[in-house]
């Protein structure tokens, strides 16, 4: 994870919502250099922090980690996942047997 990148994100959110970083620390019940230390990417926030984080910013996770992911990755995956939407339960299990079996013959196993 890209810790420079996660700070800026939720400094920037911060900022947006017109919050100091005292503020939001006291939100979250941590000292405000921890959070200066988290926007300016030093250090990363635990899970539990980071759904503070999240709560005290109303929003989502995935907003504030958006900028970690390859956006062609996501919207390939999310033209896929749509495609998959609209098959039926029959076609769900015969594509899935098939991914099965793509994967086993991937990694150099026997397919049946």
Same mark, same amino acid.
């Given at each position: ?9 939720i400094n920037q959110i911060r900022k947006e919502?017109? /919050?100091?970083? @005292?503020?939001? $620390? ?10 200066? !230390?988290?926007? $300016?990417?030093?250090?990363?926030? $635990?899970?539990?922090?980071?759904? #503070?984080?999240?709560?005290?910013? #109303? ?5 504030? /980690? #958006?900028? !970690?992911?390859?956006? %062609?990755?996501? %919207?390939? @995956?999310?033209?896929?996942?749509l495609k998959v939407e609209n098959l039926t339960?029959? !076609? ?6 098939? /991914?099965?079996?793509?994967? #086993?013959?991937?990694?150099? @196993?026997?397919? %049946?």
């Amino acid at each position: 994870m890209e810790r420079r990148l996660l700070g800026k994100r939720i400094n920037q959110i911060r900022k947006e919502r017109g /919050l100091t970083s @005292e503020a939001l $620390s006291e939100i979250c019940d941590v000292n405000a250099g921890h959070i200066r !230390q988290i926007e $300016s990417g030093i250090r990363l926030p $635990s899970l539990p922090l980071f759904v #503070k984080i999240c709560r005290a910013l #109303k929003t989502a996770p995935n907003e504030i /980690l #958006k900028d !970690q992911f390859d956006p %062609e990755i996501i %919207e390939s @995956e999310s033209k896929l996942l749509l495609k998959v939407e609209n098959l039926t339960p029959k !076609q769900k299990r015969i594509l899935s047997d098939l /991914l099965d079996t793509f994967n #086993k013959s991937m990694k150099g @196993e026997s397919v %049946e």
